[in-house]
């Protein structure tokens, strides 16, 4: 019989405390290794295994990227220039309502740790290493996301994220060691995104409430604070639903942290999400073809500047503030009529061709413009056939392209039925300034600036009868008579190849007096009036008036036969308005830094007196009547603008262009409307013409401006009457079917003048030829009877 060994019970207590000892042991002796590997671990981290972490130093000269502002005379915010949209402000500059939103939603023991809070760091820790959920988030301090924000790190790989938190948790301490609480505030809504390219607390205010960070309300607060959770996820434009569900959710945050009442939390989550959205980019907004040529402008002068002074501005990153000559109120006004006329003249271009095409006598204008297209020439490098190009091109896809109806839209077409719909487009180029201070306060370079970037003030076009009043300027300048006659008759010029003009609705007859032959805008006249002063003379005075561009020596010139900018074309109206003297005009007042240091500021705008005042006053009285009586009447009979206003309307060869210059003693408007190809056009006068083309848009910008209690002093403006004698003359018949043997022997076309340097204000009458005086017995006889 086998018998088991019994242990004694003293040995097997033993045994069992040994162990226990043993357990004990090893777990203290393992968590020992695990404190001394973490510590290895976070000391490989510090000393920067994993990459550098930002010093003190560094951490002491923090500056964001800040877009530069523009600002209109009235003190509207244009646009930005920026690498990033961020517009940097003060801790005094952001409302209490989204620093109240921000803790109460990101960190709510924010005022309480150092840049660490380890019971949110345990429960993210927990969440993302033990159960893997990589979306939990919530551990970080704002420190933390500071530091993030200032220093990304990609996420290479899930065991990448202790060592980008041990790196955030070091920053974020030193960040808390150099900046008090409410910096760190200030510095993390100055730099974190709230999407759309949007940078900054200040910058989202703007574009999202079109408000600034100070004057934000409580649920405008909520949302931009909800906003940071997922900038695209929760867009409030894209996704307004989402983003109203989490702005509610921010407000219930700030309940339950008792920066609000239940009460006032329930009021106002049923708040509609009301958005007052303002897109500040590159395109959108006012004035964007002035906002660019500022820009390259600007580029110019801070480098200019920098090198002068040995600074390092940057456009882009420095957040200089530039102020412009641009009435933000006016630019919309002229915008808000632009875009009215465009699109019922764009209508009528379309019901005039019809199913017609502009090109159809001409194929070459479409085969030029699909072969300069972008598409065509990729394809041609990639090495296809003609005939393969043109069977891609004609494949119709999904494409956005704009609408003169609807502006950006998305349609079905193909490439090649694209081009024809661009080539159709009419665009405008409009332009205004003060007279008297050469302010610009107008600017508009097309329809839209995404889809056309070729700025229509500044492209050289025939300027048609516009510059029929430089020529009649010219001849007053060499003695022409306002009171005398000159035939309406259709001939031709020997000396210019048989060149023959012609009026353009084909009637001849009739004498004319200067004033009537402008208004009525008679094109032989023109030409007589031209080689009567002379050529050269002619194009001399053009380039004393302010015309730049090269013209022809031709007698054609007296139509507008020369291509002129808009920009250069307005420049003898402002002469005219101004009693004779001419301002030099400019856009761009001042380029500051944040500190209020001037980098660059205008010169007083250079003026020149070009006009004795007196014939200044008689050319503005000769443009009024092409308003009361001629080219211009529709301003009366279709816009009501009984108000003193000058001006002349212009029509270029087969109706490729229409123009019209207005002008009254504080303003001058330039107006051109024009396909970007000439050969495109209306192929009616009645249509093509500038009093139908380009007139209306100043028709319907001074409506706006003279409704405004802004401009509406302008009604009662009036022009400087010309001198006694040569308003005399300026009250004789302007048009005679025929004019008997007496008028014949007293129509002096021309009288001696001498010309003067500086300006004579006074009303003296003129010496008469023998003729006129005998002319003027007569007159004073019949007068008598």
Excluded at 383 to 409: D, F, H, R, V, W
Aim: charged residues 25%; glycine residues 6%.
């Amino acid at each position: 019989m086998n018998t088991r060994r019994k242990v004694p019970a003293k040995k097997s207590k033993k045994q069992k405390k040994s162990f226990s000892k043993q357990v004990v042991k090893t777990l203290f002796l393992t968590a020992l290794l695990c404190f001394f590997l973490l510590g290895l671990f976070v000391c490989c981290v510090y000393y920067g295994m994993w990459g550098k972490i930002p010093d003190y130093r560094e951490l002491k000269e923090i500056r964001n990227f800040e877009a530069s502002s523009l600002y209109s005379s009235d003190g509207e915010l244009l646009g930005k220039y920026y690498v990033e949209n961020r517009t940097n402000v003060m801790f005094g500059g952001i409302s209490r309502n989204a620093i109240n939103a921000l803790i109460a939603t990101e960190d709510v023991r924010f005022y309480e740790h150092k840049g660490f809070d380890k019971v949110s760091m345990l429960r993210v820790l927990c969440k993302t290493l033990l159960l893997g959920d990589k979306s939990s988030g919530g551990g970080s301090t704002i420190s933390q996301q500071l530091a993030k924000n200032l220093f990304p790190r990609k996420y290479r790989n899930s065991l990448m994220i202790p060592i980008i938190k041990i790196k955030e948790i070091i920053t974020a301490h030193r960040l808390e060691k150099l900046y008090s609480k409410d910096e760190i505030l200030t510095l993390y809504l100055n730099t974190v995104s709230f999407g759309e390219g949007t940078f900054g607390i200040e910058s989202a205010a703007q574009k999202y409430f079109s408000t600034t960070a100070t004057q934000l309300t409580i649920p405008e607060a909520a949302t931009l604070i909800g906003l940071l959770k997922g900038p695209s996820y929760y867009n409030p434009r894209v996704h307004p639903d989402r983003m109203l569900q989490r702005r509610n959710t921010v407000i219930a945050q700030m309940v339950k942290y008792d920066y609000l009442t239940e009460e006032e939390g329930e009021k106002l989550k049923q708040e509609k999400l009301e958005l007052r959205y303002k897109p500040l980019n590159h395109y959108s907004g006012l004035a964007p073809y002035l906002r660019e040529q500022i820009r390259q402008d600007a580029m110019k002068l801070i480098a200019r500047y920098n090198e002068a002074n040995s600074t390092n501005y940057d456009l882009y990153k420095d957040g200089l503030i530039l102020t412009t000559t641009i009435d933000a109120e006016m630019q919309r006004y002229a915008e808000d009529a632009m875009r009215k006329h465009m699109k019922s003249l764009q209508n009528s271009f379309y019901t005039h061709w019809d199913k017609k095409e502009p090109w159809q006598k001409d194929p070459d204008i479409l085969n030029k413009a699909i072969r300069e297209s972008e598409a065509y020439k990729a394809l041609k490098k990639q090495g296809l056939s003609e005939k393969a190009i043109l069977a891609t091109l004609n494949e119709k896809k999904l494409m956005t392209i704009y609408s003169a109806y609807q502006g950006e839209t998305e349609i079905e077409m193909s490439p090649i039925d694209s081009i024809k719909h661009y080539l159709k487009i009419l665009h405008p180029g409009i332009i205004a300034i003060e007279p008297h201070t050469g302010k610009i306060k107008v600017w508009i370079g097309g329809l839209d600036f995404k889809y056309f970037q070729y700025d229509q003030v500044l492209a050289p076009r025939q300027v048609g009868s516009v510059f029929k009043p430089v020529v009649y300027s010219a001849a007053l300048q060499h003695g022409a008579r306002v009171d005398a006659y000159y035939k309406n008759e259709q001939k031709s010029y020997p000396k210019y190849d048989n060149w023959t003009p012609r009026n353009s609705n084909n009637q001849y007859g009739g004498f004319y007096t200067l004033k009537g032959a402008l208004s009525q805008s008679i094109n032989t006249i023109a030409v007589e009036v031209l080689l009567q002063t002379g050529i050269d003379t002619t194009i001399a005075h053009a380039h004393r008036l302010g015309i730049q561009s090269a013209l022809p020596s031709v007698p054609s010139i007296a139509l507008g036969a020369a291509n002129i900018p808009l920009k250069e074309m307005v420049l003898p109206y402002m002469c005219y308005a101004n009693n004779g003297v001419l301002t030099r005009p400019y856009y761009l007042v001042s380029i500051k830094d944040r500190e209020g240091r001037i980098i660059y500021a205008a010169d007083p705008p250079l003026q020149e007196r070009i006009l004795p005042s007196d014939e200044a006053r008689l050319m503005s009285s000769m443009l009024t009547a092409v308003i009361q009586e001629g080219t211009g009447k529709r301003l009366i009979n279709n816009y009501g603008l009984n108000t003193a206003i000058a001006g002349k309307t212009g029509t270029t060869q087969n109706q490729a262009d229409g123009w019209f210059i207005g002008y009254n003693p504080r303003i001058v408007v330039g107006i051109r409307v024009g396909a970007n190809n000439s050969r495109i056009h209306f192929n009616s006068t009645s249509l093509g013409q500038g009093a139908n083309m380009a007139l209306p848009i100043f028709g319907l910008f001074m409506q706006e401006c003279l409704q405004s209690s802004t401009y509406d002093y302008w009604a009662n403006l009036s022009f400087p009457v010309p001198p006694a004698d040569a308003q005399k003359e300026l009250e004789v018949p302007t048009f005679k079917e025929n004019i008997n043997i007496l008028d014949r022997l007293t129509n002096q076309k021309l009288e001696k003048v001498k010309h003067k340097e500086a300006d004579t204000e006074t009303d003296q009458p003129k010496k008469k030829g023998f003729f006129r005086k005998i002319g003027d017995l007569f007159k004073k006889k019949d007068k008598n009877k």
